[in-house]
């Protein structure tokens, strides 16, 4: 469905009703709009991270997650029943290097 928006005077323009349903758009959402090499518009969603919290996003860290995640499936990791013995093989880890 192709929809004919117009620039109003201060640069706004409105999304009809049905466009925001179909995109799953609501009120105070953010548009990230990107300008293509022929002068199109694509405008992108996007979700506002709290900066407390934009750590994870890094590439850095997700690097580390999918790490982690490979050494989960592949039984890369242990198992303790107290956090004495948790202690013990970090203190033993430690001690062998």
Known sequence: MNTVLQIRSNGQITLPTTVRRQAHLSEGDLLEVTVESDGSLRLIPKVAIDRSQAYFWTKRWQQAELEAEEDLKAGRYQDFDTI??????????????
């Open 84 to 97: 004495d013995d948790f202690i013990k093989a970090l203190e033993d880890d430690v001690e062998a290097k």
